[in-house]
T-cell receptor, first 112, second 111 residues
Framework: SQTIHQWPATLVQPVGSPLSLECTVE??????LYWYRQAAGRGLQLLFY??????ISSEVPQNLSASRPQDRQFILSSKKLLLSDSGFYLC???????????FGEGSWLTVV | SQQGEEDPQALSIQEGENATMNCSYK?????LQWYRQNSGRGLVHLIL?????REKHSGRLRVTLDTSKKSSSLLITASRAADTASYFC???????????FGSGTRLLVRP
């Protein structure tokens, strides 16, 4: 069966520091991969999605970037965090035909 | 951009009652999905309804889709305290590669 792992689960970082959130998927190949952000009590905002290694589509211009160095690995990064980057970050995957998306457990980021 | 908008934003009901949540969207879709999120957790897929379907059932869940009105509803029958969560609709309007989520309905089921 397929599983998705996302870490770290919680993170407190000072303004201006770098960020790296990592996500890996097991039990499938060539998945579509996604990063979403959720502000407290709000809906999900699609940040990035990838349909293959090295292929990244950005939905919202911002302080963040994403990379897909391997087929089942998706990384969310920032060189310098802003206070507004605080939130709940969710990695997700879907089969290459799309449709249903399966989420990781999320990473809470607090920028102080 | 926000595609799906849920209504109401929050709903409080007594255990055993039915809960109905609505979702409206703006553009044509291939399918619409409903997800559930427990507080502080990832989202879990509940049900998918295709644009050529009008109604779908899964256990205590019933989803309807009206493409002429660009709306969907999720009905949870005989609610339980464990149904307390946020519920989101999601559509694939722009592309089959990505889902756009609404802002969600927070459901509280009182024991």
């Amino acid at each position: 069966s397929q599983t998705i792992h996302q870490w770290p689960a919680t993170l407190v970082q000072p303004v201006g520091s770098p960020l790296s959130l990592e996500c890996t998927v097991e039990g499938t190949s060539n998945p579509n991969l996604y990063w979403y952000r959720q502000a407290a009590g709000r809906g999900l905002q699609l940040l990035f999605y990838s349909v293959g290694i090295g292929q990244i589509s950005s939905e919202v211009p911002q302080n963040l970037s994403a990379s897909r160095p391997q087929d089942r690995q998706f990384i969310l990064s920032s060189k310098k965090l802003l206070l507004s980057d605080s939130g709940f970050y969710l990695c997700a995957w879907a089969g290459s035909s799309g449709n249903t998306i399966y989420f990781g457990e999320g990473s809470w980021l607090t920028v102080v | 951009s926000q595609q799906g908008e849920e209504d109401p934003q929050a709903l409080s009901i007594q255990e055993g009652e039915n809960a109905t949540m609505n979702c409206s969207y703006k553009t044509s879709i291939n399918n619409l999905q409903w997800y559930r999120q427990n507080s502080g957790r990832g989202l879990v897929h509940l049900i998918l309804i295709r644009s050529n379907e009008r109604e779908k059932h899964s256990g205590r869940l019933r989803v309807t889709l009206d493409t002429s009105k660009k709306s969907s509803s999720l009905l949870i029958t005989a609610s339980r305290a464990a149904d307390t969560a946020s519920y989101f609709c999601a559509t694939d309007a722009d592309s089959s590669y990505k889902l756009i989520f609404g802002s969600g309905t927070r459901l509280l089921v009182r024991p």
